[in-house]
Every structure is written in structure tokens, then in C-alpha cells.
């Protein structure tokens, strides 16, 4: 693909962007967002080839009678690709990329993404097996958060996700079976839905679910009920903040009853500013028996760090339940971990695989910090 190959390349890039010939092509970069290149694809019938040569690669095709390609590809990138006139300005290829280098907690951390006591407190949860939804609108972050939790499971536990395309990299030392949904085929056959691969996944003996995005009220309530029978459950979902997460699953197309929702024990918020196209966590609420939100820590745009507004009390009155830790015993673990991510950012321990390894070592209670 010429010049766009030099793209593809590029780890720090997440989507690459044609929009016609007599634009630039965009991209979307990790760090400083959309940004305009200086290539240029010269005529509208080499943007066709293109997403035509996309196609064929892995068995699809795109024509005037059927102009719209939607692709994945085996390295894990996915295409989408539409034709003039539908798209009235020009052909058009979106190339989202899959992350070769993921982010992970240590990178978020030194984004200041997210700050280390709010980390450390997710490490709590999830080695206590609590389940957590994170939301935020498009581009906020939440697929990325998701696969940054994931840093904190550890290595002796099964983990089944489900998602419509694969974006999460776990690290390698864990128990993991990816899944993926499946589109049907011309004739309707042959399809596997999210709801067809959650229902599967409660034979599959896992002791964590991560769901890739929560839509319909099916699978929000086999997740649910995964939850209460003992799951520790990860998922996503579109909403703006906590009370607007609680409302979305509580209203169609969801609906679910809000006595429900206690399973969840955190819910992260992420957010992408719209000024600056910083992603940051905007808060962090746990809930409560009766499935409100209660804000725990909320992003200040001003001092660009999470103020804690509120002890995480139902958190803590759940660990203490199952473990017998005292409310000390708790602020100490918090500390400890918070210690613990400090020396991983000073060690500059990036790779998802070596954080993996560390993890591994702190749950077999042989890390030895230096």
C-alpha cells in the first residue's frame, strides 16, 4: 500500500485514515491525537484498489453493488472501507489498528491517565475477585483501560473474554481464551453473537469474564447473573459517568432491575478531553446494595489529578466480610501496592509480558523490591 505501509508500521498510531484523494491522510496518534500527514493517495481509483486488495486478502469484496467492507484483518488490524457515491466526497478506508504494544498500568500511570492511588485501588478490587464496568463515550479510553486492569489478575485463574473484534493483549504467563463474535455468512447462517460466546463461556469453568462492550439487555443479564453466581466480571459500556452508567442499564435498551446492579462492585470512568485530546480516568464510584453510585475519586481538570471524595466504604466492608481484614489491614494492602507501582514506574517496567511476570511473582509472595 505504498506510503501507508510506513503507517502501519508506526506501534504509536491507532488509526490511519483516508478520507478521499484530494485530502491528506489522517492519523490518530497515542499521544497528541488527529494529526494531518503529508501523504496523499493521488486518484480515487487507487483508494479503490486498495480496499479492494484489503478484500481479497481475507475473502471479501467491495463493489458498486455492495459498497460497504467492514474487514479483520490477521495481524488484527481492522478495515473499513466505503465507495463513491455512498461516501459523497471520495472512497474511504478506516484502518483501526491492533495494538502490537498495548498499554499497560505502569505507561498509564506516566501518561497520568491515572493516578497511583486510584490504581492501587484497583488492584485491590480485582485480587479480591470484585467485578468492575468501565465507561466512557467513543474514544475515551475504555477498551485500553480494560486491557490495563488486566495487569492485576493473577497467573493461576482461567480467563475467558468475548469480543466482537479482538483489541485486548493479556500477558502470556495467563490461563486465557480469547473469543471472538462472528458475522453470518450471505445466506444467515453460521453466525456467533456475544450472547451465543458469554452463554458459552459459563461452561468453560472461567473464574474471570471480560466482555468487550455491553449493548443489549440479553447480555447485560447472563452478565449479571454470571456476577452473582460467583464470576469476577469485566466489561464495558457507552456512558458519560457513574449516574449515567447506572441510568443506561437501567433504562431501554438494557433495563435491567437496579437491585441488580449491586454486583458490581466499581465502576471507572474514562474520559478523552475534548480541548487538549488527553485520556484521563474521571472517576471511580463503587455501589452500593441497593445499586447507586457513589463517587469515590473524580478527576479535577484544574490540578489535572483525581481528588478523593469519599473512603471506598462498601468496598471495604466486602473485603473485611470475606478475607477478615480490618479497615487498617486494607489501608496498609493499598499502600503496599501503591509502593509496589512506584518501584515498577522507577524500574521502567513497560511490557505487558514483564509486568505479567512481576505480577505472577507478588501473587507466588516471592517479589523482592530493591
Known sequence: ?????????????????????????????????????????????????????????????????????????????????????????????????????PWTITKFIEENTIGLEAAALIWLAIQNEMSILISGGT?????????????????NQRIVSIEDTRELTLPQNLHWVPMETRLANPEGKGGVTMLDLL????????????????????????????????????????????DETVMRLTNPPIDISKPMISAISLILVQNRNRRTGKRRTLQI???????????????????????TITEPKVTFEKISLYTGMTRQDIQFDIRQKTRILQWLIGKKVKDVDEIGMRMSRYYLGNLQLD
Open 1 to 101: 500500500m505504498g506510503k501507508i505501509d510506513i503507517l502501519l508500521s508506526d506501534p504509536r498510531l491507532e488509526e490511519i485514515i483516508v478520507n478521499n484523494h484530494k485530502e491528506p491522510v489522517w492519523v490518530y496518534h497515542r499521544r497528541f491525537g488527529w494529526l494531518k500527514t503529508n501523504i496523499i493517495i493521488p486518484t480515487e481509483a487507487r483508494i479503490r484498489h486498495f480496499a479492494m486488495m484489503i478484500g481479497r486478502d481475507v475473502g471479501k469484496e467491495i463493489t458498486n453493488l455492495n459498497p460497504l467492507m467492514d474487514a479483520h484483518l490477521a495481524s488484527g488490524d481492522r478495515v473499513n472501507a466505503t465507495l463513491y457515491p455512498i461516501s459523497n466526497r471520495g472512497n474511504t478506508i478506516t484502518i483501526r489498528k491492533f495494538a502490537e504494544d
Open 139 to 155: 474514544g475515551s479510553g475504555k477498551t485500553s483501560m480494560l486491557n490495563v486492569i488486566s495487569n492485576f489478575f493473577p497467573p
Open 199 to 242: 452463554v458459552n463461556s459459563l461452561r468453560m469453568r472461567p473464574d474471570r469474564i471480560i466482555v468487550g462492550e455491553i449493548r443489549r439487555k440479553q447480555e447485560a443479564e447472563v452478565l449479571l447473573e454470571a456476577m452473582h453466581t460467583g464470576h469476577s466480571v469485566y466489561a464495558t459500556i457507552h456512558a458519560n459517568n457513574a
Open 285 to 307: 464510584a463503587e455501589v452500593t446494595s441497593a445499586g447507586d453510585p457513589v463517587v469515590l475519586m473524580q478527576y479535577n481538570a484544574q490540578t489535572d489529578r483525581m481528588d
